[in-house]
């Protein structure tokens, strides 16, 4: 039995798969995330920790600080341009002044991670102007582990006293981090989804080529509704040959004669009888 008529099959598995590209895959192929981080060296290990923290990815997160004079807001975003810097991110942001200073970029990523913490290093910010030797800035982002904390930014230090090696070191917390728990789903219930998506597929797209192609009505719409009537009366006959106990031929050969002397109320009973108990 064939599913669907041949001249067409082209034609709808085409339907098919934007069906299921619609219905299934919406969730899968959305965004590009933590993607358009660049790792100053690739390394596929860094890039899996990335991966970890994309829940996180194109959010906006900023920290307000005040030292002894100035006092500053720092925008991070995660593989976005922070405060609509191209590449940044990290920035500073002058309260007073208005003045953007990219601390990291994300063209210069470093993502080392644990068990339930990672550590995001974005390097080749702006250069100092008289501490740490002129050397350019970077921002230094521990993220850890929270189960119901949503992610909040945090400044720990700016360690610019020293020679070399400085870094502006943030803090935050955020469930993408936690180690997978059972909470993953397990192989059966994908088979599952992917069994029930695919029923989806066949019954809406089935029924739309019966009434938009075909021009079906009624229970004709439903798609190969011959087939599946076939499929239902097999399955009858089948249950029927299985759970009846007594022949089939012998009872109707006795209500022929039955039938002419009794009245048809009583067939129904006499029926049952047969059955097998279950
Ligand atoms: C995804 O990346 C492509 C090219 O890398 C870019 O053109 C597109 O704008 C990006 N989409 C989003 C949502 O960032
Ligand atoms: C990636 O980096 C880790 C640690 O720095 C190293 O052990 C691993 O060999 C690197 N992998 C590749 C493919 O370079
Ligand atoms: C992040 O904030 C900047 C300005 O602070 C804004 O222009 C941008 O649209 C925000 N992005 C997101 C994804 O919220
Ligand atoms: C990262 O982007 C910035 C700004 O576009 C650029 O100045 C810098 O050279 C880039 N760095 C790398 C390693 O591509």
């Known amino acids: 039995m064939q599913l669907f008529s041949v001249p067409r099959r082209g034609y709808v598995s085409l339907q098919t798969s934007l069906v299921l590209l619609v219905l299934c895959g919406s969730g899968v192929f959305a965004g590009n995330g933590t993607k358009s981080c660049k790792l100053s060296i690739e390394n596929q290990s860094e890039r899996k920790v990335l991966d970890r923290l994309e829940p996180l990815a194109n959010k906006n997160f900023t920290a307000d600080i005040t030292d002894d004079k100035d006092s500053y807001t720092y925008v991070f975003q995660l593989c976005g341009d922070a405060g609509g810097v191209p590449k940044a991110g990290v920035i500073q942001v002058n309260k007073k002044d208005k003045k953007k200073t990219v601390i990291g970029f994300y063209n210069t990523t470093q993502a080392i991670g644990g068990s339930d913490w990672v550590m995001l290093i974005y390097g080749g910010g702006e250069k100092y102007d008289s501490h740490?030797?002129?050397?350019?800035?970077?921002?230094?982002?521990?993220?850890?582990?929270?189960?119901?904390?949503?992610?909040?930014?945090?400044?720990?230090?700016?360690?610019?006293?020293?020679?070399?090696?400085?870094?502006?070191?943030?803090?935050?917390?955020?469930?993408?981090?936690?180690?997978?728990?059972?909470?993953q789903?397990?192989?059966?219930?994908?088979?599952?989804?992917?069994?029930?998506?695919?029923?989806?597929?066949?019954?809406?797209?089935?029924?739309?080529?019966?009434?938009?192609?075909?021009?079906?009505?009624?229970?004709?719409?439903?798609?190969?509704?011959?087939?599946?009537?076939?499929?239902g009366n097999l399955t009858a006959d089948g249950c029927d040959f299985v759970c009846r106990s007594k022949n089939r031929e012998e009872p109707s050969a006795y209500r022929g004669r039955e039938v002419t002397t009794n009245t048809v109320e009583e067939e129904p009973e006499e029926r049952d009888d047969h059955l097998l108990p279950m």
């Open 185 to 231: 789903l397990s192989a059966g219930s994908i088979i599952l989804i992917i069994g029930f998506c695919l029923l989806a597929v066949y019954l809406i797209g089935g029924f739309l080529y019966q009434r938009l192609i075909v021009g079906a009505k009624g229970m004709e719409q439903f798609p190969n509704y011959a087939f599946w009537v076939e499929v």
């Open 132 to 183: 740490c030797n002129g050397e350019q800035r970077k921002a230094m982002i521990m993220i850890s582990c929270s189960k119901d904390v949503d992610s909040k930014l945090e400044v720990i230090l700016e360690d610019r006293e020293r020679g070399n090696n400085c870094f502006y070191l943030f803090e935050m917390d955020s469930s993408a981090v936690c180690p997978p728990v059972q909470s």
